[in-house]
């Protein structure tokens, strides 16, 4: 039986001058603070019998509270004309928001293991999250620049999601230097609410992100574990991916793409020829893209490359948003950021003892990637 409490805790301030100036009426001073508190509780019950059956239960718990405020006002000298003219005067507004945000979250899970005979074993479970998030006050008073009547919210603004996390696995261990296995696998990434700098009279909310796919690989070793080999080979479908964009020029945001996929094949290989010496090797092939996103467009695209193709922007449907029109450009099809399609690296490390106390190590590698 193990219990694991956590307490997370963290509070920022920070004060600065934006435009780096010593000119009164173009001081941009701004004052930003983010403050975040978290306690969970998780128990978990685990069984070591010597029979072919095993279990692991358990349940866990989450209290969360984050808060984030910013103002920033053009001037320095009271009452003095600030950057924008005469007719707004410093300090003159251009972003006052504050978020507070509470969220709360359960989950139990569950995994079976059987071993029907001693070089199979066949495991399954899951686990059902809850998550609920809550604005218990949101404002937003950035109106004098921009001119629009500020918006000013006292909670109303609820999430609540669900989730059953399946998972299924067999592996196949004829002896100590083999292992053969695969798996089916789902995962739960919950939804929230946007905070800082943004448009709270929007939509700034943000859905789960899931995923579900398969794993299969190979593990061995060779020569008397003079030689480590191994091959895996994965395909995952993911809805709902969570990326960060920029809107408004300025402001960063957790948006959602509709669907992705991706599918690939790594293999890693290690050899120790002699005492201290290790030479290794990885390579990764990988598929993976957009099947169906539609993102916001970046400044000047609009104009640049106006249409509804592929890299083109226009304004459009969304339909991962209920079809919200907005100035989108389609991004489906492309490939994911971060995402080479080939990438690998080869090495060593190399270490021997100088004295009882004291060891000298070497090492050197080389990494390849396609793309970024």
């Known amino acids: ?193 946007n905070g800082g700098s943004f448009n709270a009279a929007g939509d700034f909310s943000y859905l789960p992100q899931n995923i579900d796919g398969f794993e299969a690989g190979v593990k061995s070793r060779l020569f008397d574990g003079m030689v480590t080999a191994e091959l895996a080979l994965y395909s995952y479908k993911i809805d709902n991916l969570q990326v960060q964009v920029t809107t408004d020029g300025t402001v960063q945001e957790l948006r959602n793409a509709g669907k992705v996929s991706s599918k690939g094949a790594e293999f890693s290989l290690a050899v120790r020829p002699t005492d201290g010496l290790q030479l290794y090797a990885n390579v990764a092939y990988m598929d993976a893209q957009y099947d169906q996103y539609f993102a916001t467009c970046y400044v000047g695209q609009l104009t640049l490359r106006p249409g509804t193709g592929i890299g083109q922007c226009a304004s459009q449907p969304n339909p991962t948003n209920n079809n919200r029109v907005g100035v989108l450009q389609n991004l489906s099809g492309t490939e994911l950021v971060r995402s080479p399609e080939w990438s690998g690296n080869v090495g060593f490390v190399y270490d021997t003892p100088i004295t009882d106390s004291l060891k000298l190590e070497l090492s050197s590698a080389v990494t390849y990637s396609d793309s970024l």
């Open 1 to 193: 039986l193990t219990s694991v409490t956590g307490y997370y805790d963290l509070e920022f301030f920070n004060r600065a001058n934006f435009t780096s100036t010593n000119r009164a009426a173009a001081i941009l001073g701004s004052i930003n603070v983010l403050e975040i508190r978290e306690i969970s509780q998780e128990i978990r019950l685990a069984s070591n019998f010597t029979g072919p059956f095993n279990f692991l239960i358990g349940g866990q718990y989450q209290d969360s509270k984050a808060v984030t405020a910013s103002i920033a006002a053009f001037g320095a000298i009271a009452g003095q004309p600030s950057v924008l003219g005469p007719t707004r005067p410093s300090p003159f507004v251009a972003s006052n928001n504050f978020l507070d945000q509470d969220g709360e979250a359960y989950s139990f899970f569950a995994q079976f293991l059987v071993a029907p005979i001693p070089e199979i074993e066949i495991s399954a479970g899951g686990r059902y999250s809850e998550e609920t998030k809550k604005l218990a006050s949101v404002i937003n008073r950035g109106a004098q620049l921009i001119g629009a009547v500020p918006f000013l919210s006292n909670g109303g603004n609820v999430a609540k999601f669900t989730d059953f996390s399946p998972e299924i696995s067999i592996s196949y261990k004829p002896n100590s230097d083999l292992n053969v296995y695969a798996n089916y696998k789902q995962g739960f990434l919950s939804g929230g609410f």
